[in-house]
């Protein structure tokens, strides 16, 4: 469920990114065939990420949770691998995503005449501080999941 949240989470993101950033080409980057394509992707992704576990014997059952558990400390090199390429490049591509679509935003909020200048409303700020909110305590969440 994590893994599979955390390439949800960057797909969305990129998905949003090229909404905003890449708004021309978008219709044909996102037609309903490639969008099936992505979202057959991101869970293929996800489960192609979860057999190595079953190989490498990190999944244990935990009564008290009900539910089968990451282990960290049977294999440390394997537990940095999944760190790094399950939350930290993801999480690096998000981060580059909303980075890039609040630079856009800003950019065109500045290049608009001073006379015609639209005024950042509240509910803008709102939203964007609400999604680096999400986004935040996300990988906290996780990262405590993982460390």
Same mark, same amino acid.
């Given at each position: 469920?994590? %893994?599979?949240?955390?390439?949800? !989470? ?6 949003? @990114?090229?909404? !905003?950033?890449?708004? $021309? ?10 969008? $099936? ?6 869970? /293929? $992704?996800? $489960?192609?990420? %979860?057999?190595?576990?079953?190989? *490498?014997?990190?999944?244990? @059952?935990?009564?008290? #949770? @009900? ?12 537990? !940095?691998?999944?760190? *790094? =390429?399950? =939350?930290?490049?993801? /999480?690096? #591509?998000?981060? =580059?995503?909303?980075?890039? %679509?609040?630079?856009? *935003?800003?950019? #065109?909020?500045?290049? *608009? ?17 609400? /999604? ?16």
């Amino acid at each position: 469920n994590v %893994i599979g949240a955390v390439f949800n !989470i960057t797909g969305i993101a990129i998905n949003r @990114y090229c909404y !905003i950033c890449l708004s $021309l080409r978008y219709d044909r980057l996102y037609s309903s065939k490639n969008s $099936l394509c992505c979202v057959f992707l991101i869970w /293929m $992704l996800t $489960l192609v990420a %979860i057999v190595p576990n079953l190989c *490498v014997g990190t999944l244990q @059952y935990y009564p008290r #949770v @009900y539910s089968c558990t990451f282990t960290q400390s049977v294999n440390s090199a394997y537990t !940095i691998a999944v760190v *790094v =390429f399950h =939350f930290i490049v993801p /999480m690096l #591509v998000v981060i =580059f995503c909303y980075l890039r %679509i609040w630079a856009l *935003v800003l950019h #065109v909020i500045w290049m *608009v005449k001073p006379d015609n200048k639209p005024k950042l409303k509240p509910r803008d700020g709102r939203n964007f501080v609400t /999604m680096f909110v999400v986004l935040v305590l996300f990988a906290l969440s996780w990262a405590r999941l993982k460390g």
